[in-house]
């Protein structure tokens, strides 16, 4: 999580902060579909107090080669016609210097850097220079794993081309553990990101967090309190038949619903309970792995000192009487354990008995295991 402190120059005057400490507020569909999709979305977000940035997806990042991958440049022609048909400010995100370039070109107010393209160093240069002198306002998404040094990394890049309307999104991570969330929102990072760089506007995608209608308020009013400076969220006409990312889209009425709740902190205690109970559960599992890391370096040192010794058949008797070995064993003898925890046993003990054969554990053939 160490990151250094290189300053970042931000505009004192910056699309992604209100002097008045109101919201920033973007909404739209995840996939530009259809012009006609496009333009009835707008209209309605239009008439939601606070909304004045229409988002939508131009270019889909997909992990699979078959998925839906976007309607491309034609979806900024409808963009550049929404814009001036409703006088929204416009945003898509963005993945390269070509995405840019068009982007611009088609007049999009305010670039969105990828996730992808956030812990891509070479990409980020690449866009830097498309961008050098145009004073474009421009977001940038976290990575997708935790790492403050790519996203700061990122920041660093865009300064160097003198960009600096800029803005963080927190769209939440890759993790072991996701439930009950699509992206885990890893609090700490953002906070810590926000700790050193208090200049920073840093927005909170609750679409992407959440995943799930459930959890859009709870996700957002969380955000909230942490002290974000705006929301991003997915609306769409008719979220059933959106080709992309249904389940977490509301139709523009019921993100108006959403809104007012959050501005009058109206306590939906069912998931928020949730939300905070797993939370407060991560981060006793992180503080857990920490320690068993710990524990098990530690364990590996003492193992490598007796090694040392070439005790003979004391070294021969230990290894016989190992402890891992015991009490692995022990456990698989109780009969209170699920096929699942019995599996994890199974699979632990195989991955410490290849580490202790393995040459390359430090060990040496006859180290304790």
Same mark, same amino acid.
């Given at each position: ?25 973007i909404?739209?569909?995840c ?6 999709? *496009? ?14 940035? *229409? ?73 830097a220079?498309? %961008? ?17 040094? %790519?996203?700061?990394?990122? %920041?660093e890049?865009l300064?160097?081309?003198d ?14 553990? +996701? ?9 700490d990072?953002?906070?810590?990101l ?17 995943g ?13 309190d ?23 889209? *509301? ?13 009058t ?17 991560? +981060? ?11 524990l098990?370096l530690?364990?590996r ?17 230990? +290894? ?11 456990? %698989? ?8 925890d ?17 040459? +390359?554990?430090g ?7």
């Amino acid at each position: 999580m160490r990151a250094s402190r290189t300053p970042i120059n931000v505009a004192q005057k910056g699309s992604f902060r209100h002097v008045d400490g109101s919201l920033v507020l973007i909404a739209g569909p995840c996939s530009a579909e259809s012009e006609e999709q *496009l333009l009835k979305t707008a209209q309605q977000l239009k008439s939601i107090q606070g909304i004045s940035v *229409l988002r939508a997806g131009i270019w889909k990042s997909r992990t699979r080669p078959n998925s839906f991958k976007g309607v491309g440049t034609v979806g900024l022609q409808w963009l550049d016609m929404v814009k001036k048909e409703t006088g929204l400010r416009t945003t898509c995100e963005v993945a390269n210097a070509q995405h840019a370039e068009e982007a611009m070109k088609y007049g999009v107010d305010i670039l969105s850097i990828s996730g992808r393209a956030t812990v891509n160093p070479f990409a980020m240069e690449e866009i830097a220079a498309v %961008l050098k002198g145009t004073n474009m306002p421009v977001l940038v998404n976290n990575p997708v794993y935790p790492d403050l040094g %790519l996203w700061l990394g990122a %920041l660093e890049r865009l300064n160097q081309a003198d960009i600096t309307d800029l803005g963080l999104i927190n769209r939440g991570f890759a993790a072991d553990e +996701q439930y009950p969330y699509r992206n885990h929102p890893r609090w700490d990072y953002m906070l810590q990101l926000k700790d050193m760089h208090p200049e920073l506007p840093i927005l909170c995608d609750a679409a992407h967090i959440a995943g799930r209608r459930s959890l859009l308020y709870p996700v957002s009013q969380k955000a909230v309190d942490l002290g974000v400076d705006g929301l991003l969220f997915e609306s769409h006409m008719n979220p059933s038949a959106a080709l992309s990312s249904k389940q977490q889209q *509301l139709m523009p009425q019921e993100l108006e619903l959403l809104i007012n709740a959050i501005r009058t902190k109206v306590k939906l205690e069912g998931t928020n309970h949730l939300v905070e109970q797993l939370d407060d559960l991560s +981060q006793q599992m992180d503080s857990m792995d920490k320690a068993l890391v710990e524990l098990l370096l530690r364990r590996r040192e003492v193992s490598q000192k007796i090694s040392l010794h070439q005790m003979g058949d004391v070294q021969e008797g230990l +290894q016989q009487a190992s402890g891992w070995q015991k009490e692995l064993d022990a456990w %698989l003898q109780r009969d209170d354990y699920t096929e699942m925890d019995s599996s994890f046993v199974k699979s632990l003990k195989e991955a410490l008995q290849q580490h202790r054969r393995s040459p +390359q554990s430090g060990l040496g053939s006859t180290a304790v295991a």
